[in-house]
């Protein structure tokens, strides 16, 4: 939307999006036959009529065709990639906080293979370019992950690196010379299309769109200025340019976030099915907005112009808008890859302070809770083998909490080991596990 309206904006109409699937082709299988077209509709108040978005020329399946994704990154006229893959697609290695080269799929990328995952297939993309005379580029990842441009440039680079030497050299220099990695933060919530909401669509545009999306209102993208090539005029359409993206990430990511992960877990543990549902209940609107008042908001500098109580007030009625049925089992899932940015930065900051991180530790001991009572199979996590293997048989606050304290892919060894913050997990867990949501009403409206 944001590219579309950049040229409606500027009359400069030269520019169109190729949209790459990653793990599942079902979008690309949804747009090709509509030449790329989609519904937008929006939900809730202000919501603005049905639109039909017209700036993805093409739709390709990256797990069946990457080379042709190879192709499209080198081409001359590329002058942007943009990455939306969440955090897992990243391939970190959670220990290094580069990438993981021991990944099977990165391994088979870096000898050789048409490349699977998203980092092997932009610097193909960009080594390619390098070979052909393709011009600088721009990568511009808008995931939820701090200084995502600067990460993402850290794991192409590695990528990079593990080449062969006669591959590595040459590639890394003409990275260096031809390619910017600027950091973004994009904030919009887009729940899942369902059948009902495609029925809808249909109802009111008058054609089957099978790959239209639900939206709220709110949108908003900040961007590092910091561009190798031309781009579209996004700041025509209402995107920030900002020199400060990481105040703007940060107060995303330890207020919102952290914030949806809570009312994630907490609706998983007393069976609401939907973000709206979680956040309609009183004790948890109150533990979330504790949470961002008490835990989050002092560990923040903010970005100029952003006031942080009408932010968290605006966050939570975000939240509260039924029309979007955001699931809490979709927005709990990945919690191993989430936890750490959205939770545990707040928590060790107001541990280094000498405060009590209260409501972010209910939140994670929401997140064990979770894992433990969810079978391996059905844990919607990278990491859910990995997470059970750690667990005991017996699972109560007083096995759980220090056996996931103990798994070092998320926990560091000073979280694991500070007491105050054991206490806090094993009295939420202890809560959440044997009194269930009547406990969690009392301890949280007068505990």
């Known amino acids: 939307m944001f590219t579309e309206n950049a040229m409606l904006a500027s009359g400069d109409f030269s520019w169109g999006i190729v949209g790459v699937t990653q793990r599942s082709d079902t979008v690309a299988r949804q747009l090709a036959p509509q030449d790329g077209l989609f519904t937008v509709a929006e939900r809730g108040a202000g919501a603005a009529p049905l639109r039909v978005v017209s700036s993805i020329v093409e739709a390709i399946s990256g797990r069946d065709h990457p080379d042709t994704v190879v192709d499209r990154i080198a081409a001359a006229a590329t002058r942007v990639v943009t990455l939306t893959v969440t955090e897992k ?29 998203a980092i092997g297939q932009i610097a193909r ?18 995931d939820n992950l701090p200084a995502n441009g600067e990460l993402t440039g850290t794991l192409v680079r590695a990528f990079a690196a593990a080449l062969p030497d006669a591959e590595s050299g040459p590639l890394l220099a003409w990275l260096d010379a031809n390619v910017t990695f600027p950091s973004t933060m994009v904030d919009r919530m887009v729940p899942a299309t369902t059948e009902g909401d495609l029925d809808a669509v249909e ?39 900002s020199t400060d993206v990481a105040a703007w990430e940060a107060a995303k990511l330890r207020l ?23 956040v309609g209940e009183d004790a948890f609107r109150a533990a979330c907005s504790r949470m961002m008042a ?19 007030a605006q966050v939570l009625e975000r939240f509260a808008n039924p029309a979007l ?14 936890i750490g940015l959205r939770l545990l930065t707040t928590i060790r900051a107001n ?97």
């Open 351 to 447: 541990l280094d302070a000498g405060r009590e991180p209260r409501w972010a530790a209910l939140a994670v001991a929401a997140w064990m809770h979770h894992v433990a009572s969810t079978p391996a199979a059905d844990l919607n996590d990278p990491l859910a083998t990995d997470l059970h293997a750690a667990l005991p048989d017996s699972r109560t606050a007083a096995t759980v909490v220090p056996a996931l304290l103990g798994f070092g892919g998320i926990f560091d060894a000073g979280l694991a080991s500070h007491q105050d913050f054991t206490d806090l997990l094993l009295h939420w867990y202890r809560i959440i596990d044997t009194q269930g949501l009547d406990g969690l009403r009392n301890e949280i409206n007068n505990g």
């Open 294 to 312: 008490g835990d989050a908001l002092p560990t923040i500098d903010l970005p100029p112009g952003l006031d942080g109580a009408a932010y968290c």
């Open 89 to 117: 697609g990243y391939r970190i290695d959670p220990q290094t906080g580069s990438l993981n080269t021991t990944d099977d799929q990165v391994q088979a990328d870096l000898a050789g293979n048409p490349p699977q995952t």
């Open 256 to 278: 919102l976030n952290a914030s949806h992960s809570m009312l994630a877990y907490l609706g998983l543990a007393t069976g609401k099915t939907t973000i709206s549902d979680a």
């Open 125 to 142: 993309g960009i080594q390619q370019r390098s070979r052909t005379g393709g011009g600088p580029l721009t990568v511009l990842s808008c």
């Open 325 to 338: 049925g955001h699931t809490t089992a979709k927005v709990g899932s990945d919690g191993s890859q989430k």
């Open 203 to 241: 109802h009111g545009l008058g054609l089957r769109d099978e790959a239209a999306v639900v939206a709220e209102p709110f949108m908003q993208w900040v961007i590092e200025d910091n561009f190798a090539a031309d781009r579209p005029a996004w700041e025509k359409a209402g995107a920030l340019f």
